[in-house]
Every structure is written in structure tokens, then in C-alpha cells.
């Protein structure tokens, strides 16, 4: 594990990283404020920060949806922008077009 302690002068900020490199845990004036999990790959796939637990999902290294509070987030991909498409309790990827649209049931 890595530490960084950063003092701005008001604010002291601790960032702890894994041995690699990635993110893991940040602190402020010694309050953890965020936490970083990974799976096997090495993709971020949790963050808990402000009390919120954000779970990310992936089609090989492409984030294609987060899910946190309840709410699936998916993501639009028109190549070369991606925008966040809201309200999905389910969704139906689209691999041809590189969308997602919402599962009829």
C-alpha cells in the first residue's frame, strides 16, 4: 500500500493506493470519504463515497452501466460520445448498435 498525505493548509487529504497503484481509500482531515473496489481485471467495479454505493458493470473495458440508490443508470454509446441514460429498472443491450433499450416484459 501507498499513502499520499496532501496538506492544503485547511484541509489535510490522505489517498492509500494498492500495490497496483490503483485508488483504494481517501481521506479527508481524516475521514474516509470515498473507497475504491476492483475485480480480477483491475476495473473499478464499487465506490462508496458520500454514503452512496455506486456498482459499475462492464462489457470488456467499456463501463455500460452503474447502478446506485436504487437506480440503474445505463449508458448510450454512439461512438464518439457516451451519455447516461436514466430510469432503467432492466435493460436489453444492443451490441450492433451499441445502445441499450429498455426490456419489455
Do not use: H
Not at 22 to 32: F, V
Not at 64 to 83: H, K, M, Q, T
Not at 94 to 103: A, D, S, V, W
Amino acid at each position: 500500500m501507498t499513502q499520499i498525505d496532501i496538506n492544503t493548509g485547511t484541509r489535510v487529504y490522505d489517498y492509500t493506493y494498492d500495490c497496483q497503484n490503483r485508488l483504494k481509500k481517501a481521506k479527508e482531515d481524516g475521514t474516509i470519504v470515498a473507497k475504491y473496489y476492483y475485480d480480477y481485471a483491475g476495473r473499478r467495479v464499487t465506490k462508496e463515497a458520500g454514503g452512496v454505493r455506486t456498482r459499475y458493470c462492464y462489457d470488456g473495458d467499456q463501463v455500460i452501466a452503474e447502478y446506485e440508490n436504487g437506480v440503474l443508470w445505463c449508458y448510450r454509446i454512439d461512438f464518439p460520445v457516451c451519455s447516461r441514460v436514466r430510469n432503467f429498472t432492466t435493460a436489453d443491450y444492443n451490441p450492433t448498435r451499441g445502445i441499450f433499450l429498455p426490456l419489455r416484459v
